[in-house]
């Protein structure tokens, strides 16, 4: 049993939890994950490792309350635990040094971009990070994002902070500049802004880095429930992933196998 020792509110429908973890805290990397079951029998939900505490022992989740399953874990107050918290799970990102990174976090995308950016600029890259959301309450991490990058660029769809518009906005203005033109980007939020942002920075020639959420369910590469099709290959993004070459993804195949269960969800979220 993993107990909660907090439970805030970030942004609608966007919880941050800190979870007492003792064996996942010291051993986590930046963009590794864990599979979280409130109780016995539950839909297992895949989480990004948002941030841990080695010497606390605590690991810190970010979880958009968007089905049942989600709803049910973000219920938890502090002082409940959750059945079972499982990992680290997946590849850490490949940290190297780049020189100048762009990090581009869309919406919820932003918590799971959040280690990778830091991991980055620990690393001695120079990170400009863009954030977008559709308003401002859906803006997060921002000042967290600041303490160690160079510059944060805000975007919002309605214009209520920052530039009014999509991150990729901020993006066309930063490969254009010499000054500023990144040497690699690191995308993670909806698949249609990580598909955008790939194929803006596909004609640049700048690497591309997108972090993918397919539907998982053992996240050790057992049931294949998270294939994704990358280079033509098949590829799990539980054990291979969840990162890959942006430029490499079939992000038409994404979409397709993020939506076939949207009925059965839909009936879940209804039935709660
Ligand atoms: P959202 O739909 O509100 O979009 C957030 C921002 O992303 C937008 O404001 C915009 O700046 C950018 N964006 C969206 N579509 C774009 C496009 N076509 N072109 C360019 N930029 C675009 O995001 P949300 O509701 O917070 O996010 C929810 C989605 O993010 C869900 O689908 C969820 O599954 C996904 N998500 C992905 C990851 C991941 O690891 N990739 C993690 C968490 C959530
Ligand atoms: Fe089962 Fe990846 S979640 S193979």
Redesign the pocket.
């Known amino acids: 049993m993993y107990e909660v020792l907090s439970n805030d509110t970030l942004a609608p429908n966007l919880h941050r939890m800190v979870v007492r973890a003792p064996r996942i805290a010291p051993a986590r990397k930046a963009g590794q994950f864990v599979i979280v079951r409130c109780e016995a029998g539950d839909e297992r939900i895949p989480l990004?490792i948002g941030d841990a505490d080695p010497a606390a022992g605590t690991i810190t989740l970010f979880i958009?309350a968007i089905g049942a399953s989600t709803k049910k874990i973000v219920a938890v107050p502090p002082g409940g635990f959750l059945r079972d918290v499982a990992g680290p799970l997946g590849m850490a990102t490949e940290i190297e040094r780049w020189g100048r990174v762009a990090c581009i976090g869309?919406?919820?995308?932003t918590?799971?971009l959040f280690p990778m950016a830091r991991a980055l600029a620990e690393e001695g890259n120079e990170v400009t990070t863009i954030i977008?959301?559709?308003a401002e309450p859906?803006i997060i991490l921002a000042d967290e994002l600041a303490a160690f990058s160079k510059e944060v660029r805000v975007?919002?769809?309605d214009g209520s902070l920052g530039r009014k518009g999509?991150?990729?906005a901020e993006l066309k203005e930063m490969l254009d500049d010499p000054e500023r033109a990144p040497q690699a980007v690191f995308a993670?939020?909806?698949?249609?802004?990580?598909r955008?942002v790939a194929e803006m920075t596909r004609p640049y020639g700048v690497k591309t880095i997108v972090?993918?959420?397919p539907i998982m369910i053992d996240g050790t590469g057992m049931c294949g429930g998270c294939r994704v099709v990358v280079d033509g290959e098949a590829r799990f993004a539980c054990v291979d992933g969840?990162e890959f070459d942006g430029h490499a993804v079939d992000f038409a195949s994404l979409t397709d196998r993020l939506t076939m269960y949207r009925d059965h969800e839909e009936q879940c979220r209804l039935a709660v």
Do not use: D, K
Not at 188 to 194: A, E, I, L, Q
């Open positions: 990004t958009q869309g919406g919820v995308g918590a799971v977008g959301g559709r859906y975007t919002t769809e999509f991150v990729t993670v939020g909806p698949v249609p802004m990580m955008a972090s993918l959420n969840p």
